[in-house]
């Protein structure tokens, strides 16, 4: 992954950032978030079915055939490894803004960090990564269109980024369908705006300290896509 005007492409985000009913105050694109320099990003999505073979079919037709039962179930995981670096971390709790902290931590106290946001729990909005994001170019819109100002031949480089996500484009989704997240496609422009990343839950964090990196620090996580019912419900009631 490049870096994005001294930003990374790929980002972790605290559940405060969402539960806070202030957008103004989270002006800059690192408040309440952590950038992970990515050497590999691996995306995984498993559906879930259960095939069935029709007993006899082979008999009658010549040819023998399977019934899939599909639940209209999936699970999405993302592997990402990289390197930690130093970052300006920027934290914002919400209410006086004397409270506002922003600090440079070395790599190995960001490490430090992430593993214990990954032992906390969602009641604790300052310390549970809820969102996952990815920053990815795109071409073609939510209709299946060019941007503007972009063709067939415009240089990836050149492309606007959007967040990666599992949404369908408007185009293909049935009317009768709830399949479609506003805004999803549109792109990233705004460094003070919201983002529509990933949501769910960091389920693995692994780091590795070797003398021969300094002061860079490997590390490895799975991030599932998950609904955070119970937890959005608290972080933006109470």
Known sequence: MVDLAGKHFVMLELSRR???????????????RISLLCEQVSISTSKTAFP????????????????????GAARKDINITGKILDQTITKYKGGDESND????????????????????SFLHEDQNLSKLIILM???????????????????IE????????????KYDVPSWSY?????????????????EGIRG???????????????????????????TVV????NTTF
Request: glycine letters at 4%; aromatic letters at 10%; one cysteine or more.
């Open 231 to 234: 937890s959005d419900f608290i």
């Open 137 to 155: 170019p795109s071409r073609v819109d939510d209709n299946f269109e060019y941007r503007s100002g972009v063709n067939a031949n415009t240089p």
């Open 52 to 71: 069935m073979d029709i007993p006899f079919s082979g008999l009658i037709a010549g040819e023998s055939s399977t019934m899939v039962m599909d639940l």
């Open 179 to 195: 399949g479609h997240t506003k805004n999803t496609f549109d792109p990233f422009t705004d460094t003070t705006a919201e983002i």
């Open 18 to 32: 969402a539960a806070e009913k202030s957008p103004s105050e989270l002006n800059t694109i690192e408040t309440n």
């Open 101 to 120: 902290k922003q600090v440079h931590m070395t790599s190995y106290e960001i490490a430090q960090m992430l593993h214990s946001y990954v032992d906390s």
């Open 201 to 227: 839950m960091v389920s693995t964090f692994s780091c590795d300290f070797a003398g021969a990196e300094i002061p860079l620090v490997s590390f490895s996580l799975t991030f599932i896509q998950s609904a």
């Open 158 to 169: 050149d492309l606007p980024l959007i967040p990666f996500h599992f949404a369908n484009r």
